[in-house]
């Protein structure tokens, strides 16, 4: 029977599905100084910024659902297809979090600027379609 650390970090299909996913630096620089998941994810997200600890949730995320299609359902991936999708996964949620700090950048922004009067002898026209 395996443990969480084997299914999360040593088991060899999860291995390439870190190389896959871009984390094997990450994974083979710490990987012997740890013999359980949790210390190992904790030091990941205590060290690493949130980038790295962000893609290696997704990771994890990925690796988790996929033996429970192989467990009941009996569907297989490759550990292409599982770094493959935990590399998408953490890159759209970035790209939504980018977008929408961009977007409560222009939103601050838009609150700070308040109508004012135009100077004398101004026409000011104010368009909002």
């Not at 994974?27 to 790295?52: A, G, Y």
Request: glycine share 4%.
């Amino acid at each position: 029977m395996e443990d969480d650390y084997h299914a999360f970090a040593l088991c060899p299909q999860v291995i390439n599905s870190w190389t896959t996913a871009g984390l094997n630096h990450i994974l083979m620089h710490i990987l012997p100084k740890f013999n359980n998941i949790v210390d190992l994810l904790l030091d990941i997200c205590s060290k690493e910024d949130q980038d790295i600890a962000g893609r290696i949730a997704a990771l994890v995320w990925c690796v988790w659902q996929h033996r429970n299609a192989t467990v009941w359902n009996n569907l297989h991936s490759s550990s292409e297809q599982i770094g493959g999708q935990a590399f998408q996964l953490w890159k759209n949620w970035f790209d939504v979090h980018q977008s929408r700090t961009h977007v409560q950048t222009l939103q601050t922004a838009q609150h700070i600027e308040q109508w004012r009067k135009p100077h004398d002898g101004w026409l000011k026209i104010n368009v909002d379609a």
